[in-house]
Every structure is written in C-alpha cells, then in structure tokens.
C-alpha cells in the first residue's frame, strides 16, 4: 500500500455503515492513529483488524507526531481514525494533516459517516448551502454572542449539541432566532432509538422538555437560514439603488435596478419609500 496518511471514516454508530475500503485501509496499513484506542479496539476487533495502534489526539506531543513520521518516512503507512465519523469534523487529527503534508507525504481521505452530513441529508431543510458550526461555546453569555453573530445568516445552521445542554440551548436559540424558525433535531443517527424531527424552535424546546429521552444520546441540531423578506436586498443592490435615487426620481432608480438585477421593481420601489421614513 501507498506510503501515506489515511482519513478513514468509521461509523456513527451502526457498524454496518463502515466502507469495504475503510476495512482495507484498516487491515492493511502499519499503523492505526486513533483518538481513543481502547475505544477502537471495539471496532477493529468485530471486523478482525489487528493492525497496531496508538493514541493520537491534538494534544499529543511532538513525540506522537515523530513516531508516525519515522512510520512513513521508513516506507509505511498510518490510519487516522476517531471515536466515530470523520476524523477531523469536530474530531483530532488537523495538525497532524498539516504535518504530514510539510514532510511531503500523501494524505488520503477514505470517506464515509459524518454525523452533520447524514443529518442535513434526511432534514428536510435547505441542503445547496450550508455552515457547519460544531459544538456551541458551554458558557451561556459566549454561547448567546455565537448566536448573534449567526443570526442573519441565510443557510442552514449545522450544530453539535451534548444532551445535557440541550434545552438551554434550544432556549438560546429561541432568544436569538425567534421561536417561529424551523429547525431538526437528529438524535441518535444509525442507532435504535434514532429521532429526526422538523419543526418550530419553539415546539422541539416543548419537545424534549416533555420528554427526558430526547436530552440522550447523540445530537445534531440544524437550524433554518434566516429567509430573506420581501424588500431585503444585498449590500451591492442597495447601494445602487440608494445612490441612483440621488440622481432619478425614486420610481426611474427602481427600474433600472431592477433591469441590472433582475430583482422585482416593486420591491426595489418599496425599499426606497421604507428607506425615506424614520424608523422603518
Ligand atoms: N467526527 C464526528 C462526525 O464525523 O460526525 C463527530 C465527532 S464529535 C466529537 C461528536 C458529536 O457528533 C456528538 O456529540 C454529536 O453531536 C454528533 N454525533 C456523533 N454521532 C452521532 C449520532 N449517531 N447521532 C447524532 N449525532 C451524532
């Protein structure tokens, strides 16, 4: 096998979801890289892997990331795996990539779980654009701040959440992005007691507060973007359009904005009169 470093993928919890290739990778490499190796052994054992392995994780000294270079620089080859889904995503292995790559071998990335991919795939929200955030600051004022900023953001909103933080950050998100957004709770993806769940932030707050089971497990929260509303415009249209009424009568400006844009000439035409009165 190809000297290199190998993102392998592992389940998120249904073994079944492991790749043909990721069992190749696992059997045939030097050595697994593994964030926990106790807890990896589990899995290598029920696919009876007995490659060695090690603790790799991103606190590991520079000892840790010599030993796997001395691997590869010798002509072998190393697995990077976490507990579960893709290394990296939320998971170590990022200063390890950058170090492989400086030493000028391969990294390859063996693809499969991801826990916010499969999540987005069955939601039901808008898939063509969205932010992955990860896990939320712990601290509720670090946490509301985070919110903020995300507020206005027009694409689906990709959370990790810990079980026990759930309801409060439901509530934060209620606070921030008003009760009425849609969001998903995915909840336990791959395993026996899945839930995915579309509704208001408002009803998955009563939700799981009704229901102790649903703080359990493993959880991904997807928020909706913010919906653009009638007469919100992008910052290029609005400055063109601000400043043609500078030079044209506000109905003109409307138009030719409208014929550069493509945008509806009402709702350019609405935006210059909400524009005129105080407060709007
Ligand atoms: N690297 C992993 C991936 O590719 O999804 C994520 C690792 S991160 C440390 C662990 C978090 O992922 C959990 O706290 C949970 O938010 C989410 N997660 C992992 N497995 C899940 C599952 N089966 N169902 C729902 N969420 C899951």
């Not at 045939?28 to 589990?42: F, G, K, P, W």
């Given at each position: 096998?190809?000297?290199?470093?190998?993102?392998?993928?592992?389940?998120?919890?249904?073994?079944?979801?492991?790749?043909?290739r990721a069992v190749d990778v696992l059997q045939s490499v030097t050595l697994i890289a593994a964030?926990?190796?106790?807890?990896?052994?589990?899995?290598?054992?029920?696919f009876s892997i007995e490659t060695p392995t090690m603790a790799y994780h991103d606190h590991s000294?520079?000892?840790?990331?010599?030993?796997?270079?001395?691997?590869?620089?010798?002509?072998?080859?190393?697995?990077?795996?976490?507990?579960?889904?893709?290394?990296?995503?939320?998971?170590?292995?990022?200063?390890?990539?950058?170090?492989?790559?400086?030493?000028?071998?391969?990294?390859?990335?063996?693809?499969?779980?991801?826990?916010?991919?499969?999540?987005?795939?069955?939601?039901?929200?808008?898939?063509?654009?969205?932010?992955?955030?990860?896990?939320?600051?712990?601290?509720?004022?670090?946490?509301?701040?985070?919110?903020?900023?995300?507020?206005?953001?027009?694409?689906?909103?990709?959370?990790?959440?810990?079980?026990?933080?759930?309801?409060?950050?439901?509530?934060?998100?209620?606070?921030?992005?008003?009760?009425?957004?849609?969001?998903?709770?995915?909840?336990?993806?791959?395993?026996?007691?899945?839930?995915?769940?579309?509704?208001?932030?408002?009803?998955?707050?009563?939700?799981?507060?009704?229901?102790?089971?649903?703080?359990?497990?493993?959880?991904?929260?997807?928020?909706?973007?913010?919906?653009?509303?009638?007469?919100?415009?992008?910052?290029?249209?609005?400055?063109?359009?601000?400043?043609?009424?500078?030079?044209?009568?506000?109905?003109?400006?409307?138009?030719?904005?409208?014929?550069?844009?493509?945008?509806?000439?009402?709702?350019?035409?609405?935006?210059?009169?909400?524009?005129?009165?105080?407060?709007?």
């Amino acid at each position: 096998m190809e000297s290199g470093l190998y993102i392998v993928a592992t389940p998120i919890g249904n073994l079944g979801d492991i790749s043909h290739r990721a069992v190749d990778v696992l059997q045939s490499v030097t050595l697994i890289a593994a964030e926990d190796t106790r807890h990896s052994q589990r899995l290598l054992q029920h696919f009876s892997i007995e490659t060695p392995t090690m603790a790799y994780h991103d606190h590991s000294d520079q000892r840790a990331l010599d030993r796997l270079g001395d691997c590869l620089a010798a002509g072998g080859s190393v697995a990077l795996v976490s507990d579960a889904g893709t290394p990296l995503i939320s998971d170590p292995g990022y200063r390890l990539v950058r170090h492989v790559q400086q030493l000028g071998f391969p990294v390859v990335p063996v693809p499969g779980p991801c826990a916010a991919i499969a999540a987005l795939s069955a939601s039901g929200l808008p898939t063509d654009r969205f932010l992955f955030e990860g896990f939320l600051p712990a601290k509720a004022v670090s946490r509301a701040n985070r919110l903020a900023e995300l507020a206005a953001t027009p694409v689906s909103l990709i959370f990790y959440e810990a079980p026990h933080r759930l309801a409060d950050s439901l509530d934060a998100m209620i606070e921030v992005f008003g009760g009425d957004r849609e969001a998903v709770l995915a909840r336990e993806i791959t395993k026996t007691f899945e839930t995915i769940r579309r509704a208001s932030l408002a009803e998955l707050a009563a939700f799981v507060r009704a229901d102790p089971n649903q703080q359990k497990g493993e959880i991904v929260l997807i928020v909706a973007g913010r919906i653009r509303r009638e007469g919100d415009l992008d910052a290029g249209a609005a400055a063109l359009l601000e400043r043609l009424a500078q030079e044209l009568p506000a109905k003109r400006a409307a138009a030719v904005v409208a014929d550069v844009t493509g945008l509806r000439k009402k709702a350019l035409y609405d935006y210059l009169l909400a524009a005129k009165k105080p407060n709007a």
